[in-house]
């Protein structure tokens, strides 16, 4: 026990994430499926963290691609409906106007303001889950989410998703620009 601090076991609290639906074609038709579990491995690589049971993964697998749309708050709605059903049952992609871009198998969704799609490069196999590795092989953004020609976060207002409370939050104001703002305190350092 430590003091003034709550033990709370093995729980990950990297949350919150922000949700995505991830585009693939499963035997010739797009399909997606919502997923937080998103991280950067290094600055053009994506890993996506996704139980075996998904009828995804197949499509990741067959086609080698995949892509990640980062939908906004005005799409909660259809961005949970696609995590609630499997796309062995129902054609997501009739929700959303689909494109392709240039890898032609990565089903990506106009209405999202940001997409990436990406070429696999790795699957890491965990006992429950599969760890797809893709490189980012094209970015698309509507031109309205560019500020200074790169992308503005407040623009996208992308959905936050935490698995501690099982909700979606919203983005909230920038507090100061990265590796920036600790300046401050180098210059007090450099003084002693």
């Given at each position: ?159 936050l998703f935490s698995m501690n409370d099982r909700s979606y939050y919203r983005i909230g104001a920038r507090i100061g ?16």
């Amino acid at each position: 026990m430590v003091r003034g601090k709550t033990e709370l076991g093995p729980v990950n609290c990297l949350y919150p994430l922000p949700t995505t639906l991830v585009g693939v074609n499963v035997s010739g038709k797009p399909n997606y499926i919502t997923i937080a579990h998103v991280g950067i491995l290094d600055f053009g690589s994506i890993s996506l963290g996704m139980s075996k049971t998904h009828y995804t993964n197949a499509g990741i697998r067959e086609n080698g691609t995949f892509s990640v749309n980062i939908p906004s708050v005005n799409m909660v709605r259809q961005t949970d409906y696609c995590g609630l059903v499997s796309g062995k049952k129902v054609d997501k992609s009739a929700m959303f106007r689909n494109f392709y871009g240039t890898l032609g198998t990565a089903p990506m969704i106009h209405e999202c303001p940001v997409n990436m799609e990406c070429r696999l490069v790795r699957t890491v196999d965990f006992p429950a889950h599969d760890v797809f590795i893709g490189k980012i092989e094209n970015t698309y953004c509507d031109p309205a989410v560019i500020t200074d020609g790169t992308v503005d976060v407040n623009k996208v207002q992308p959905i936050l998703f935490s698995m501690n409370d099982r909700s979606y939050y919203r983005i909230g104001a920038r507090i100061g620009r990265a590796w920036e703002i600790g300046k401050e305190l180098m210059r007090i350092a450099l003084r002693y």
